[in-house]
């Protein structure tokens, strides 16, 4: 059964007006992985995001409140972040039964804040906004320590495990996607490596709630003047997790590469602001290498595997391809050593523009 929702705007607009009241004048679509996401305006020119949930992922209520209340939670906590708009009910979220063509089926539904801005896969930023995008991640990770409620266990059962860095492994499962390319032989020289050095070392790692997709897309700037920007907003919290620090910024440095002119000397302004809120202890510092090279692994796998499920979604699900491919392999054939050389002579040395 198809999971990814395909609603077509007048679909999205009825939906808008009959759960909230509001009169779309403008609907534009959002790039989204498996979800679907409209940019809609009212008639006085606000600006929302309808935001529907994949089939799957709307199975779990529980954790969509969870992710839903941290949302607002952040903001009061000065995290730039969107919050749900209530229904004409009064909910923050709604269960949905609807027909997108392939038979009924039930999804979230939930009226988002429009951030203004661009992300930083239209707008890559300077190494000194690398250095506060790193410093407001940890910021948002440390904040969420202090999130209260009865039903955070739904956290530690994420259903998009296979994303979380402790299983990069599973992409062995699908690597025959890649059969034929050298880089495949790349994947699994890294998964190996990773099976030997870093799996023993995890539960060594800080742990908590992290938001669990920091890429370039999820990520929001605006410029403040002489080419730089400020970090405006962080999207997309469906992926929020209890799991390891450390994972959260290797996942942050492998997305901000992807777009940047520079790709090595992202690591070390992204790991420099992140180090001003949390400290990483040595055995996160010495797997840092391969926790980067894991999410390049794994987008660059499953997005070629989802493409044969959403070939209508090529665009997104091969954007790490584009760059992705280049970055593993100039990492790989450098070497542990050299890469992290690199970034922490980098972050050492990294002087900040306030």
């Known amino acids: 059964m198809e999971r990814r929702p395909t609603l077509t705007p007048q679909q999205a607009t009825e939906l808008t007006a009959q759960l909230y009241g509001v009169t779309i004048t403008e609907i534009s679509t959002l790039p989204s992985y498996i979800d679907q996401n409209f940019l809609i305006v009212d008639t006085e020119g606000t600006k929302y995001v309808l935001k529907i949930m994949n089939s799957e992922g709307s199975k779990n209520a529980t954790k969509l409140e969870v992710q839903t209340f941290a949302l607002s939670f952040l903001r009061q906590h000065g995290v730039p972040a969107q919050t749900a708009l209530p229904t004409t009910t009064g909910k923050l979220l709604s269960m949905e039964e609807i027909d997108c063509g392939h038979g009924a089926q039930t999804y979230c539904v939930r009226l988002m804040t429009y951030l203004p801005g661009k992300t930083l ?31 955070l266990d739904v956290l530690h059962n994420n259903c998009d495990e296979e ?20 880089l495949q032989e790349v994947i699994k020289a890294v998964i190996e490596q990773f099976k030997s050095y870093v799996l023993p070392k995890i539960g060594s790692f800080q742990k908590g709630i992290i938001h669990g997709d920091t890429n370039d897309k999820n990520i929001i700037v605006t410029p403040v003047g002489n ?35 520079s790709p090595l000397d992202v690591g070390g302004a992204i790991l420099t602001g992140w180090e001003s809120v949390m400290v990483l202890n040595e055995d996160e510092r010495e797997c840092l290498y391969l926790l980067v090279l894991g999410p390049l692994c794994q987008s660059l796998v499953y997005g070629r595997h989802n493409l044969k499920k959403y070939p209508d979604n090529e665009d997104y699900l091969l954007v790490t391809a584009k760059n992705g491919s ?15 050389r690199k970034w922490f002579t980098d972050a050492s040395t990294f002087s900040v523009n306030e």
């Open 121 to 151: 896969a239209e707008s890559p930023g300077t190494m000194q906004d690398l250095y506060h995008v790193g410093r407001l991640i940890a910021f948002m990770d440390k904040t969420l320590q202090k999130l209260e409620s009865p039903n």
């Open 163 to 182: 994303w979380s860095l402790s299983n990069v492994h599973l992409v062995e499962r699908c690597l025959s996607v890649m059969d034929g390319e050298p």
């Open 227 to 261: 080419g730089r920007h400020e970090v405006s907003g962080v999207l997309d919290f469906s992926s929020l997790m209890n799991d390891c620090y450390v994972f959260e910024l290797a996942g942050t440095i492998a997305y901000m590469m992807l777009e940047n002119p």
């Open 326 to 340: 280049r970055i593993l392999t100039q990492m790989w054939e450098m070497g542990k050593k050299e890469v992290e």
